[in-house]
């Protein structure tokens, strides 16, 4: 039945095992393992993040195409909930949609993009992505009248979702059943739901003629595999997921501006989880997501200790200061992303089933 | 020695064909311009900025092209040399302020010239390091590749952010250089024309050492055919630095001339750039020099004319001629002939 | 001819997963002609590229002169005075004949210093090359490209000459212009390791012959010997004359 819903792809490690089983735990019982707004947000987000890394895994890890595009899907997603709720006013159909527009943009979008760049070359697709996001977050500040702008928008969520609705008068082993908790979980089954879909295309045959183009492309298409058609449908598929977890972001943050949705910056935080996690594993998008959200949410506190300790001293403490103030963060990231890349080039899954694959006769 | 008797086989001799078509587009696109902007001051004031722009992105966008076409090597770093370059300018520049300040253009034009060296300088050597701790590692592997080159860009931009600060860094134009001149009833801004003269300057220098120098010949065989060019005896690894650094310190010099352009400087520059550089790359076809000089002519004169007429949409009018050239030739205006 | 200019002993070569060369045993006689004969896909392409070090001798040695050279790195190999000739002809398309002519002799720093009795000696031997000579190598006809190649190789003068089919796809009276050329450098006493095809080319040069089929060599001796010997030739090479036929 569980090997059954998760497409007969076991996590083939038991020590990987038991961190999934954590995660999912820790994730299902949030609101009452760990009470309080910030360490719910947190785990809200590592929900939205694991469909957008499990998503861009689809691209790099199965593929191997890289896109600098994913955030511009994303931010589709949330700007599509976003702007449908900001005008229609809060319900379930403007949120119904809001989502189908927004993927219904995404996936002729990334029908074109695909199509057009992966037929003329691969690489050109790492490039034509960067141009594209970079043209599109321009546009979306320029067209401030529907975004919001710079400043973004803030918006009504349907009554059910806002703090204000109480399922019941009395708390529940001490939480109050209201609408946040009531978003939390329909965040937590919309992600489940996406990410056991995605597992199972993963391991369908299509996901397997994906892999095999990662492999080697020229045997792919000798065994007469149309590559440019299995790219860019992993391409709109790809996108399609990301679309979803904008809008499930936006339903829970009750806001989006190109911070939270469409900057570069958080292009690398997804780059940087695939890796970490591992490419090439549903399971990679999990843990990486759920590592890599902790550590910023709560490793930035400890740099800003740190720096503020070191900036107490004089001269060559002021650089240090300087590297480890936590505007710096983006430093260390990307030094952690390139010794990734290097050193850890299978992410912590690909190392804990290789750990498991050696430990077996 | 003496030769065979040998009959040669009558052949016609072939007529040195060369392929100007994508060439015309420029001046093509300038005509086309010229009744949408509609007065032609205007235009004459557009099309200099556009040439001068042009000049800038392809004395940035040569190293990159020829780096991708002797080795396959896509820098996604590229732009990190670009933004060490203009706010080296700022130091230099700064530190130079007497003779920035004065309204003798020699003294001016010295200052300029003072930062390109060392923008060129550090950025050449900053390149060094970049090409044997980034890329070596990485060498054939083009999805890691492109991981690291823009892990290195971020890490490179946010070192930036550690000397200069994260803002914004005024850039002013030395005393001499500010202002327009006017050419009939066209303004036309002093620094653009002191950036085309170097641009042009720049452009002859990097097609004289391609066409005549041994080093030159030997990129553009590599370019074709690495193995081939090993196989002569060359040790190509050697050239791909060589022209790595080149590439590095061009892209130093860029980022000088783009900041004056600017006239600020802030530290997003380098990925801003990134983005028209590969823009004009595709367009020129990876590997091609020349191919790139048309193709970031043709980015700079739209950029401008864009700019002019819908600013909203100057920045897909990019994507749009990108999507128009790979169309018409999905290798790009002209394509590298590869084995 | 005074012992073996070049000796595989024992060469194994991967190309990826796919093992191409298993323990090549092959001697070029310093001074003479070989010619290495055998089916497609029977190794010699990667024989040669594995002496010129472009693909790594994962097992073996490759002895030069006496010397182990099976780890060079190609520039090295080329160095030690072995010109190749690979057998897309590696010519630079976009370089004119001149330029391509320059690069390859490396002690040249420009075309006006390559040696003036030899490129006359050159044109002599492919006289198209001089009609062509400011012309984009890309515009030569097959046979023109070929010429340029293998011009290219003897500008200098090497120790050994490698060249991978000669003769592929050339016109009749090419091929002919071909024999001639390679003829006049075996009197400069040049050493010559060829792969072959074309049967009758290779006998009209060959002094001695290799055989090889599915990556080892399956036959050394004398050309005469081959030549005279009708029933090895069937047996040996009953399929690649067939098929030129």
Do not use: C
Request: hydrophobic share 55%; charged share 15%; glycine share 10%.
């Amino acid at each position: 039945m569980l090997s059954a819903l998760l497409s007969h792809d076991r996590p083939a490690s038991r020590l990987l095992a038991a961190l999934l089983v954590a995660i999912v735990v820790g994730l299902a019982f949030a609101p009452f393992l760990f009470p309080g707004a910030k360490s719910l947000s947190v785990a809200a987000k590592i929900l939205v993040f694991i469909v957008l890394v499990a998503s861009y895994d689809l691209l790099l890890g199965y593929t191997g195409i890289v896109s600098f595009a994913h955030t511009m899907f994303f931010g589709i997603g949330a700007y599509g909930v976003a702007i449908a709720l900001a005008r229609l006013g809060p319900g379930w159909g403007a949120v119904a949609l809001g989502v189908a527009l927004a993927l219904a943009l995404s996936l002729v979008l990334s029908f074109v993009i695909g199509l057009f760049s992966l037929r003329v070359r691969a690489i050109f697709y790492a490039m034509i992505t960067l141009a594209v996001a970079a043209a599109f977050q321009t546009l979306a500040s320029q067209l401030s009248d529907l975004t919001g702008g710079e400043d973004g928008l803030s918006f009504k969520v349907p009554e059910a979702l806002t703090p204000g609705f109480s399922l019941a008068d009395a708390p529940f082993l001490g939480v109050s059943l209201d609408g946040r908790l009531l978003s939390y979980y329909l965040l937590f089954f919309a992600a489940a739901a996406l990410f056991l879909v995605m597992l199972r295309i993963v391991n369908s045959p299509f996901g397997r003629v994906l892999q095999a183009i990662r492999e080697n492309d020229f045997r792919a298409e000798a065994l007469g595999y149309r590559t440019v058609v299995y790219r860019t449908l992993s391409n709109v598929l790809g996108a399609g997921f990301a679309t979803l977890a904008g809008a499930l972001l936006a339903l829970w943050l009750r806001y989006n501006g190109p911070d939270t949705s469409l900057s570069f910056e958080i292009m690398l935080d997804i780059l940087l989880m695939v890796v970490i996690g591992g490419m090439g594993t549903m399971y990679g998008a999990v843990v990486g997501a759920t590592l890599f959200i902790l550590a910023q949410s709560y490793l930035q506190d400890l740099m800003r200790i740190a720096g503020a300790a070191l900036g107490d001293l004089p001269a060559a403490g002021g650089f240090l200061a300087a590297l480890l103030s936590p505007d710096r963060w983006l430093l260390w990231l990307g030094v952690l992303f390139v010794l990734s890349v290097y050193y850890f080039p299978a992410g912590i899954v690909g190392r804990l089933r290789a750990r498991a694959a050696a430990a077996k006769p | 020695m003496e030769a065979p008797a040998v009959a040669p086989a009558p052949e016609a001799l072939p007529k040195v064909r060369t392929d100007l078509l994508p060439l015309l587009l420029v001046p093509l696109l300038a005509l086309a311009a010229a009744p949408l902007v509609g007065s032609f001051p205007t235009w004459v004031t557009l099309t200099v900025a556009g040439i001068a722009m042009g000049l800038i992105i392809f004395i940035i966008a040569s190293g990159l092209t020829l780096v991708f076409g002797l080795m396959d090597v896509l820098n996604f770093g590229h732009g990190v040399f670009i933004a060490l370059g203009a706010f080296l300018a700022t130091t230099v520049l700064g530190g130079m302020a007497d003779w920035t300040a004065s309204q003798s253009l020699a003294a001016n034009l010295a200052a300029i010239f003072a930062a390109m060296a060392v923008a060129m300088a550090v950025a050449g050597a900053v390149g060094m390091a970049f090409e044997r701790v980034i890329i070596r590692p990485v060498y054939g592997q083009h999805l890691k590749q492109i991981l690291i080159t823009m892990g290195g860009m971020i890490v490179g931009e946010e070192l930036i952010k550690v000397i200069w600060g994260p803002q914004a860094i005024p850039l002013p134009l030395p005393a001499a250089l500010r202002g327009a001149i006017l050419i009939g009833d066209a303004a036309v801004e002093k620094y653009r024309i002191v950036a085309v003269v170097i641009g042009l300057a720049v452009f002859a220098a990097i097609f004289w050492v391609l066409s005549r120098t041994k080093a030159g010949l030997l990129i553009r065989a590599g370019v074709q055919d690495r193995e081939m060019v090993e196989a002569l005896g060359y040790r190509i690894r050697r050239l791909f630095v060589g022209v790595f650094v080149a590439g590095s310190a061009l892209a130093g010099l860029g980022g000088v001339m783009w900041g004056l352009y600017q006239q600020s400087v802030i530290p997003q520059i380098g990925a801003q750039v990134n983005i028209l550089i590969f823009i004009v790359i595709i367009i020129g076809g990876l590997g091609s020099a020349g191919g790139s000089f048309v193709g970031a002519l043709l980015v700079g004169l739209l950029a401008n004319y864009a700019g002019f007429l819908a600013p909203k949409v100057a920045l897909f009018s990019n994507i749009l001629l990108m999507v128009l050239v790979l169309l018409w030739r999905p290798q790009g205006l002209y394509p590298v002939a590869k084995r | 001819m005074s012992g073996a200019l070049l000796a595989l002993e024992g060469v194994h070569t991967h190309i990826g997963a796919y093992h191409i060369l298993h323990g090549v045993h092959l001697t070029v006689p310093r001074g003479g002609l070989t010619v290495l004969l055998g089916r497609n896909g029977a190794g010699k392409t990667t024989t040669l590229r594995t002496i010129m070090g472009l693909w790594r001798a994962s097992h073996g040695r490759v002895l030069f002169e006496g010397a182990d050279i099976a780890a060079r790195a190609t520039p090295e190999v080329a160095r030690l005075g072995i010109a190749y000739v690979p057998e897309n002809m590696g010519v630079f398309s976009d370089l004119t004949v001149e330029e391509n002519m320059a690069l390859a002799a490396r002690g040249a720093r420009r075309a006006a210093e390559i040696d003036r009795a030899r490129l006359e000696w050159i044109f002599g031997l492919f006289p198209a090359l001089r009609k062509f000579w400011l012309h984009p190598a890309g515009l030569l006809s097959g046979g023109q490209k070929q010429m340029l190649a293998v011009a290219r190789a003897i500008v200098e003068p090497r120790k050994l000459l490698i060249v991978d089919e000669p003769t592929k796809g050339l016109a009749p009276a090419i091929v002919q212009n071909m024999v001639s050329a390679f003829r006049e450098l075996k009197r400069t006493e040049t050493t010559i390791l060829l792969v072959e095809q074309n049967f009758h080319f290779a006998r009209a040069l060959g002094d001695t012959v290799a055989v090889m089929d599915d990556g080892r060599v399956v036959h050394a001796g004398t050309m005469a010997a081959l030549a005279g010997d009708e029933a090895l030739q069937q047996r040996l090479l009953g399929l690649a004359l067939a098929a030129h036929h």
